[in-house]
């Protein structure tokens, strides 16, 4: 269907939909209560909630320690 009429254009070859994937980083964290760095992978937002709650509470919770 045409862009005017709320298609994707007329001269569209293959039509895939979008895909959607979590923003990960491998990160070093420094947990003080174990002395010792810590390699995790997690997402941008959840770097923010590293910092927020501390590292050890917040491993501790996901399992990850």
Same mark, same amino acid.
Do not use: D, Q
């Given at each position: 269907?045409?862009? @005017?009429? !709320?298609? %994707?254009? =007329? &001269? #569209?070859?293959?039509? %895939?939909? =979008?895909?959607?994937?979590?923003? +990960? =980083?491998? &990160?070093? %964290?420094? #947990?003080?209560?174990?002395?010792?760095? %810590? =390699?995790?992978?997690?997402?941008?937002?959840?770097? @923010?909630? +590293?910092?927020?709650? !501390?590292?050890?509470?917040? +491993?501790?919770?996901? !399992?990850?320690?």
């Amino acid at each position: 269907m045409a862009k @005017k009429k !709320g298609g %994707v254009g =007329r &001269h #569209v070859t293959k039509n %895939v939909p =979008r895909t959607f994937s979590p923003n +990960l =980083r491998e &990160h070093r %964290v420094w #947990v003080p209560e174990l002395k010792k760095f %810590v =390699r995790v992978k997690l997402t941008a937002r959840g770097m @923010k909630t +590293l910092n927020k709650n !501390g590292a050890f509470s917040t +491993l501790k919770k996901a !399992g990850l320690v």
